[in-house]
């Protein structure tokens, strides 16, 4: 897997329906450019650590530890698609800098320090009784509306009660093509369909959602 910032990433669905029991969104992969979008809105830089809910082949960790150099997390249910992503972070030279796990984060809480998933930042200028301490600060995912609406108590818990992480960066959420349903955006990407959340954003009376599958951009 290349990532030249002219290619275009291009796989298909694996599936319409759930291939994997408590899959909750078909496999659909994201363009370069929307992943751009996605991590610039979210005001990304050195000091970030990304977390991806629903990773697929990793591309949107992979991106940006090969472009901002900083540390991500990748998590699915499908252990071949993770299998997938650890092999495009090797291919990429960026395997020292992401990690991928198989989880339900659907089900299972997302809700954890570096530790707690076995990655540290490994920095001789860190200080060391804190290194375990930082949680991710940009999570990201590209969900359809009944994935979006399974998590989104859970992302708004987390971002509101550490809404600046512990390493002093705010914690902030960017979905691809489809918002969530109760929240109010701070920022969007309205031609690519990147919205972004963060402490401030604010619960809103549902609308009514086309929860067919997401559209390619």
């Known amino acids: 897997m290349q990532c030249d910032s002219d290619e275009e990433w291009t796989q298909p669905f694996l599936d319409e329906e759930d291939p994997l029991p408590n899959q909750i969104c078909p496999y659909a992969t994201s363009s370069e450019i929307s992943i751009k979008s996605m991590l610039e809105i979210s005001s990304i830089d050195s000091d970030d650590i990304v977390l991806d809910l629903g990773c697929g082949d990793g591309r949107i960790v992979i991106y940006a530890a090969k472009h901002y150099g900083i540390r991500g997390i990748g998590l699915d249910i499908?252990?071949?698609l993770i299998k997938t992503a650890i092999e495009n972070s090797k291919k990429e030279g960026v395997d020292h800098l992401v990690l991928f796990k198989v989880q339900?984060?659907?089900n299972e809480s997302f809700d954890f320090k570096l530790d707690t998933i076995g990655l540290?930042?490994?920095n001789d200028n860190d200080d060391k009784k804190?290194?375990?301490l930082i949680y991710p600060t940009i999570l990201t995912c590209y969900l359809i509306p009944r994935a979006l609406k399974v998590i989104e108590p859970k992302v708004k818990?987390?971002?509101r009660e550490n809404g600046e992480s512990i390493n002093h960066k705010p914690i902030r959420i960017a979905t691809i093509v489809y918002p969530f349903e109760r929240w109010q955006h701070i920022n969007d990407d309205n031609s690519l369909k990147i919205?972004?959340?963060n402490k401030d954003s604010i619960d809103?009376?549902?609308k009514?959602?086309?929860s067919s599958n997401p559209i390619f951009i």
């Open 78 to 80: 499908n252990p071949e």
């Open 208 to 210: 009514s959602l086309d």
């Open 130 to 132: 804190n290194i375990n």
């Open 204 to 206: 809103i009376i549902p």
């Open 120 to 122: 540290s930042l490994n």
């Open 195 to 197: 919205f972004l959340y």
């Open 104 to 106: 339900d984060f659907a």
């Open 157 to 159: 818990k987390l971002i």
